[in-house]
């Protein structure tokens, strides 16, 4: 099954929401469109504002209303990708720096901050209670997600403990908030607003583990890059954690790459060896307990095709391989 | 006069919107607090919640209610600040470009990111009118006057007008807003919030055309930098603009210097001639016009202490020369 087919009778719905996101960052600057204008042909999923829009099924379903969180929630993504590209422009690559022209990354950057705002200024139009708040503190912890994530570049020592940390606020926090967002503006009953929003939470978490798991044993034509890119650039996540405590030979050759990722380090075969380890199947199982749990969310929601929707959703991320 | 003078009877409630700026950027993150604590140390004249203050006292002053917004604004100004400082390390110098370490840059951003998060989410507890609104569209606008500004760098097509508006966004608008806000957390009434309003506009213009006049007229030592620093970095300002209307030799040397700052250039007599031409006086009287605008708007509103203190701010900027 596709993704899309899953929430195949939302189609229209998400193309106006496809066309205003294009309409907001068209608009009003020449050299924004051309920067951003890359982001919105990429496409990418919207599954942002699939969550919303499904979430917002339970209650009164009201696309302006809807519109005023989905926009936004999308927008903040986008904003966040302008500038995880800032940085990968600066990469590590194979030990050395590849640094874009001073032009680029300075639009960049401010093209990043302008999608920023224009997602708050979207949110402000909402009136609902607790949207411009779930929103703020959801960026806030995005922010500090990212900054974990630097500072845990090239360290060695982390547990699974900061690896879930670091992924929750990366990713979970702002699929859970969509949820969250989707049922505020419909006025869905608190109860099923908070099971819904554990449900993105839970998703979120197992969507991040697999992403991490495919960087190991995807295929470079798959993935867009080599296999094991996480790890070349210093980024230790679940797969590799769980290698490092069943195998020294592993830990010994990810500590000297992390020590000196200059240095003579055979950590392409490394990433082999994480690839073909007991560590995938294990990362596998913890993706498999959180989709477990989110299902378990949806039980007590009402019997309507979103619920199928969301359900469908979930397992599609527990068996994606690409 | 000392400018913090003008203020001195607001000097507590300004201490405490210090120590609560300080607070919330120190508590949550160990990087965070390391990679924002200079710009809290360095201080600055905190001249926006200044101007929301002050503001606010033409109508119910409440330091609770004001402070859901000064500090929003402070943080935003600061949070650009810290976008403006991963552009300078990767600024051109003498044409050549100085690129501090990557670890740097990409904490810079994410705090500024981080930053701006949490303006937002201080501001998403104020419950008054058109803040969230007019806060928004303040950033949006402020990040389109960053880009022009690069856009603009090195482009010798430009006029007054492109000048204007990009000073506007840059800065007339955010010192605008403060004083916009100010007054709707006091429930001032429209028309003398909207005369507080121009007023901030007309202060924020002289302001930055005083900036870019003294960035030629100052010394090295009062600068913190070489005179002339901003049109070495490719930026053309008032008084630039304003010598290349009337002397073809600066104007054959500013184009070629813009056309290839790597090459052979005289810039230093350039800015040199610049700073002792005609410009610089016709610079200072536009930033004159504009004081005098601001004063005009201050006219209609009530006598108290801070329409003294507006009027002593206005009259300060026109003549400071530092």
């Known amino acids: 099954m596709k993704l899309t087919d899953i ?35 990429a496409g990418g999923k919207r599954i942002r504002p699939v969550f919303v829009l499904l979430s917002a099924q339970f209650g009164n379903y009201d696309l302006d209303q809807i519109k005023q969180v989905a926009i936004p929630l999308e927008l903040i993504h986008m904003a966040s990708l302008v500038h995880d590209d800032v940085i990968d422009d600066a990469e590590l690559r194979r030990g050395k720096r590849t640094i874009k022209s001073k032009w680029d990354n300075r639009v960049a950057m401010y093209t990043g901050d302008y999608i920023f705002a224009k997602a708050i200024e979207i949110a402000s139009r909402s009136n609902k209670q607790g949207v411009h708040d779930v929103l703020s503190k959801a960026m806030v912890d995005m922010c500090i997600g990212e900054i974990e994530q630097i500072r845990d570049q090239f360290n060695l020592d982390q547990s699974l403990r900061t690896y879930l940390r670091r992924i929750k606020r990366k990713t979970a926090l702002l699929i859970s908030v969509s949820c969250d967002l989707g049922a505020r503006v419909a006025n869905v009953a608190d109860k099923e607003r908070v099971a819904l929003k554990w449900y993105g939470y839970y998703v ?5 583990i697999t992403d991490d798991i495919l960087d190991f044993v995807g295929t470079e034509k798959q993935l867009g890059k080599p296999a094991g890119s996480d790890l070349i650039q210093g980024n230790i996540t679940l ?59 949806l039980e007590p929601l009402e019997d309507i095709r979103a619920k199928q929707a969301l359900y469908d959703i979930a397992i599609y991320i527990r068996d994606r391989n690409y």
Not at 15 to 38: F, T
Not at 204 to 208: K, L
């Open 7 to 41: 929430y195949l009778h939302l189609r229209s719905d998400i193309v106006k929401i496809e066309n205003e996101l294009e309409s907001h960052i068209d608009a009003e600057h020449p050299d924004l469109k051309r920067a951003s204008s890359h982001l919105l042909k």
């Open 239 to 297: 797969p590799a954690i769980y290698a490092m405590e069943q195998d020294n030979w592993i830990k010994h050759h990810v500590t000297s790459y992390m020590q000196d990722p200059t240095g003579e380090s055979p950590i392409k075969e490394v990433v082999n060896r994480i690839k073909h380890s007991d560590a995938i199947d294990a990362a596998n199982k913890l993706s498999n307990d959180y989709i477990t749990k989110a299902l378990d969310c």
């Open 204 to 208: 979120g978490m197992a969507f991040q």
